[in-house]
């Protein structure tokens, strides 16, 4: 069935680092992919999203890049800061969500 | 600003009772989901529900059931709770078209005994 891999389960960066997550998916009917972040404790929330018709999309510090051909896309986020400090889900859709297992991001001082 | 509210934040229930988990969306979002969140298993989906009456499965319906009378509240019920439903279960609404974005409730951690 449909099913999204995301990597690594765990990420630790040094602050001001660059931290990069990857999801590959098998739907190739997929076309929309949206990023949540999730902070301890609190809900998940929408930070980025990319529709199948463009290959990149950015939002200040953070980017999200995507290979149809590949099947993959990639949460890219710069300057890493205490506050990006998550849990970060990656998902596919052509009808309705498919959730990746969760990226734990964990901000180094 | 939309808001997802959840009837509890925590609940400690007993195997075998009949458990009441309750939704409401303030936004008149047609959707609204039900997951289930478990450490290194992301978010799994219940119950999803595309206007009022209707209910699809989603992954995981085993030992679940739902009910969506009005449309801003989305209930789900666990039958006879089992200690395999002790988890963090999250709900969410969305606007009806693709790619809508999903708001999520703070959450329900239950602990079932």
């Known amino acids: 069935g449909e099913n999204v891999e995301q990597h690594p389960s765990t990420l630790s960066v040094q602050e001001g680092d660059s931290a990069v997550i990857k999801c590959t998916y098998s739907?190739?009917?997929?076309?929309?992919f949206p990023w949540y972040k999730q902070e301890l404790g609190k809900r998940p929330q929408l930070i980025i999203d990319?529709?199948?018709n463009v290959g990149e999309k950015k939002d200040q510090r953070i980017a999200v890049t995507l290979n149809k051909t590949a099947k993959h896309f990639s949460l890219h986020i710069t300057e890493t800061q205490p506050e990006d400090s998550a849990v970060y889900f990656c998902?596919?859709?052509?009808?309705?969500?498919?959730w990746g297992a969760g990226t734990k991001l964990i901000i180094k001082p | 600003d939309v808001k997802v509210t959840q009837s509890s934040r925590y609940l400690v229930k007993r195997t075998g009772e009949k458990v009441f988990l309750e939704c409401v969306q303030d936004?008149?979002?047609?959707?609204m989901f039900w997951y289930r969140q478990d450490p290194g298993l992301g978010l799994r989906l219940i119950y999803f529900?595309?206007?009022?009456?209707?209910?699809e499965k989603g992954d995981i319906p085993e030992g679940y059931s739902v009910s969506r009378e009005k449309k801003e509240r989305f209930s789900l019920i666990l039958e006879s709770a089992s200690t395999n439903q002790t988890s963090m279960y999250l709900c969410?609404?969305?606007?009806?078209?693709?790619?809508?974005?999903?708001?999520f409730g703070p959450g329900t951690r239950l602990l079932v005994l």
């Open positions: 529900s595309y206007d009022v009456k209707m209910k």
């Open positions: 936004m008149d979002h047609e959707n």
């Open positions: 739907d190739s009917a997929s076309n929309y």
């Open positions: 969410a609404s969305s606007g009806q078209g693709f790619g809508e974005t999903q708001y």
């Open positions: 998902a596919q859709s052509n009808y309705q969500l498919i």
């Open positions: 990319i529709r199948s």
